[in-house]
């Protein structure tokens, strides 16, 4: 059972930038299609970016298209996402998730109930 732990979290002007990185143990990486998720409070959990197993395909949420970068490294059972441009609008609680299917092709990637493995999340918040 793959372990997913978030980290580099933490507090930003509007403006700035913030990379997340998730780090998967008990497993490989590579086996899987990586997604990640915020949730605001009171709001749903919404989808933000996912990529393939191998990195070819990524996809991102309309919100934070062209502001943020989704990316891993296999041999360091690592995900990352970039963030740039932030808003106020992106505080949120971000997390990672697994997909045993590794492809992330179509509307597949972008549901939550798609993902097998979630980590605990890492708070994230812009202020203005």
């Known amino acids: 059972q793959v372990q997913l732990v978030e980290s580099g979290g933490g507090s930003v002007q509007a403006g700035g930038s913030l990379r997340v990185s998730c780090e998967a143990s008990?497993?490989?990486?590579?086996?899987?299609?990586m997604g990640w998720f915020r949730q605001a409070p009171g709001k749903e959990r919404e989808f933000v970016a996912a990529?393939?197993?191998?990195?070819?395909?990524?996809y991102y949420a309309d919100s934070v298209q062209g502001r943020f970068t989704v990316s891993r490294d296999n041999a360091k059972n690592t995900v990352y996402l970039q963030m740039a441009s932030l808003k106020p609008e992106d505080t949120a609680v971000y997390h990672c998730?697994?997909?045993?299917?590794?492809?992330?092709?179509?509307?597949?990637?972008?549901?939550?109930?798609?993902?097998?493995?979630w980590g605990q999340g890492t708070q994230v918040t812009v202020s203005s």
């Open positions: 008990g497993g490989t990486l590579s086996d899987y299609a």
């Open positions: 990529i393939s197993w191998s990195g070819i395909s990524t």
């Open positions: 998730a697994a997909d045993s299917w590794p492809y992330c092709s179509g509307d597949h990637c972008y549901a939550a109930l798609s993902y097998d493995y």
